[in-house]
């Protein structure tokens, strides 16, 4: 293979299908649009397919448990609502079947595979030889804790590089899972930002097509638009997910005093899909914000000093977070090549990772103000 020709075969874990919400993931949806093109070729193992099914029921049944806690907080705290049909609907939330749930995920993500032309290796038949040894030195995915856990994922890396080795091809291997950061394979190359990789491929293939320059001067001429955009999108987010919230470490929310979103700039950006009607842009930005709340201490938490904090024995406290996430947003570009215009508007927005806007508590940010 010639060290610039670009790899085009992603084997995907399942941390990263997870990551993407299962089949709802905007990257996911432009990686079978892709494969369906014949621009790259998916794969994954029966591991993976298995364990993406299983982790979707898990996170099904914790999801379950939520909407029944939101139910009955319903019921009880907001019962003025009942003086009026038109909200009768928040009182008679339907109740979940989660076998039709099951069985319909497990038809789409079936359904998916075909559509994308995804190939599933097998991993029956294979030696587990070189699994153990790995095990009993400490080598990733086990690392050092000797992670009985990670077979699983042991046994699927195997064999794709098995599967890579024998083609003698390389490989990309979506993942999140930091166990594989320092595994050593001369075909299968550990990613996290596939997002790059598929801004090369699109990238090359619109070049042969003349409207990658369209494309580009679009984003530039729109950038700021859709960075306002972006941080109003993100506001809104910010303050829904906030009022939501009603505890901290065990200290009660009473409510939100104020918040606010900085100014921030996209520092990148990935062609991540494209057709002949437009093109889909990840575009990254650190976003910084700003959370006052106001805490209820209803119980004087000991832990917190009188004389660093100037609030013990009073029953409401202010609490600032100021945090920055890495979040990516997705910018639609639609195309109009008889006119030779285009048009950018700002159409999704995900954490890389999962995010909490108050996973940064940090006692030195309690201010008695």
């Known amino acids: 293979m010639k060290s610039t020709e670009l790899i085009r075969l992603f084997a995907l874990d399942t941390s990263f ?10 990257l996911l949806r432009n990686l079978g649009d892709m494969g369906r093109k014949n621009y790259i070729k998916i794969y994954i193992t029966d591991i993976v397919y298995r364990e993406v099914l299983s982790r979707f029921t898990k996170r099904l049944l914790e999801e379950e448990s939520k909407i029944l806690s939101v139910k009955k907080t319903i019921e009880s705290h907001i019962r003025v609502l009942k003086n009026f ?37 097998p991993t029956k038949g294979h030696t587990i030889e070189k699994v153990m040894n ?20 042991a046994f699927s890396f195997y064999a794709l590089d098995q599967y890579f080795k024998m083609g003698k091809k390389n490989c990309y291997f979506v993942t999140f899972d930091t166990d594989f950061d320092d595994v050593l394979s001369k075909y299968v190359i550990p990613i996290k930002d596939i997002g790059g990789k598929l801004d090369s491929i699109n990238r090359a293939s619109e070049l042969r097509f003349g409207i990658l ?3 580009e001067d679009t984003y530039l001429s729109s950038k700021s638009r859709l960075e306002q955009d972006a941080k109003t999108y993100f506001s809104m987010y910010l303050e829904e997910e906030a009022n939501s919230k009603t505890e901290i470490r065990g200290m ?20 991540v899909q494209t057709d002949e009607f437009g093109a889909q842009l990840q575009c990254g930005a650190m976003v910084p914000y700003m959370i006052k709340l106001i805490l209820k ?28 996430k890495a979040i990516d947003f997705y910018v639609t570009i639609d195309l109009y090549l008889q006119t030779g215009k285009a048009r950018a508007q700002l159409s999704d927005a995900v954490s ?14 309690f201010l008695n103000q």
Do not use: C
């Open 17 to 26: 299908i997870e990551s993407q919400n299962f089949l709802a993931g905007t």
């Open 85 to 121: 049909e038109d909200y009768a609907a928040y009182f008679t939330l339907p109740e979940l079947d989660r076998a039709k749930l099951i069985e319909q995920f497990k038809k789409d993500f079936d359904e998916w595979i075909s559509y994308a032309d995804v190939k599933i290796l």
């Open 134 to 153: 790995d095990y009993f030195e400490g080598n990733p995915p086990f690392g050092s804790a000797k992670k009985k856990s990670e077979f699983p994922d």
């Open 213 to 215: 320059k369209l494309i």
């Open 252 to 271: 009660a929310i009473d409510h939100i005093d104020s918040f606010e979103v900085s100014d921030f700039k996209f520092d990148r950006y990935n062609i």
């Open 297 to 324: 201490d209803e119980n004087h938490t000991p832990h917190l000093n009188k004389s660093d904090f100037g609030y013990m024995g009073i029953e409401y406290s202010p609490y600032v977070i100021q945090a920055e």
């Open 352 to 365: 890389p990772t999962s995010i909490d806007i108050l996973d940064d508590w940090d006692y030195n940010f």
